[in-house]
């Protein structure tokens, strides 16, 4: 598109999903091959989100949406902490104890520990809640003119102001029991 200049791209989008194998049909699928128009497998018909899709890099939440960091370091995690906790993902402004509380209160299956099923479950996640298409005029491939950008562009900027945040874990009252 001509008009891909106007927007400022800082958006941090790098999946790799072509070739790569169905999760569900395993040897079924000889790799993923994008359907024409539907995010879908035009080998195996399964949703583009059951193979194996990965960053090409290292992506937080943050860099995805392409939002600047904010100045309240306990509002930031940086990817070399998460690392060394051994996640691919952690809520900011928690102590390691805090964060092993809070691992331990998910199914063991969407912990986002390193190398796990829980890694793999929250990329997925990432992807279905935020698709590159949502994110970034270039992977919209129907917008046609200037106009229709500018209105995916107000979207966006709606969409983060009004409708998204990144949350944070706060400690809730312990709750006492009381007999009859």
Not at 2 to 9: I, V
Not at 35 to 45: I, L
């Amino acid at each position: 598109m001509d008009f891909d200049s106007q927007e400022k791209e800082d958006v941090v989008i790098q999946e790799v999903d072509e070739g790569q194998p169905c999760l569900a049909c395993g040897d079924g699928c000889h790799g993923f091959t994008r359907h024409k128009w539907r995010s879908s497998c035009s080998m195996c018909k399964c949703p583009r989100e059951l193979h194996d899709i990965y960053n090409e890099n290292f992506v937080n939440v943050r860099d995805r949406l392409g939002w600047k960091r904010q100045d309240d370091p306990s509002s930031q995690v940086t990817k070399e902490d998460t690392l060394r906790r051994g996640y691919t993902w952690v809520p900011p402004g928690l102590s390691n104890e805090q964060l092993e509380e809070y691992m331990d209160q998910l199914p063991n299956h969407k912990i986002p520990r390193l190398g796990t099923p829980g890694e793999k479950y929250r990329d997925i996640q990432l992807i279905r809640q935020l698709p590159k298409q949502d994110l970034s005029a270039q992977y919209c491939r129907m917008l046609r003119s200037a106009l229709e950008v500018k209105e995916y562009n107000i979207f966006r900027e709606l969409r983060d102001s009004i409708a998204m945040d990144i949350g944070f874990v706060k400690e809730s009252p312990a709750l006492t029991v009381t007999t009859k």
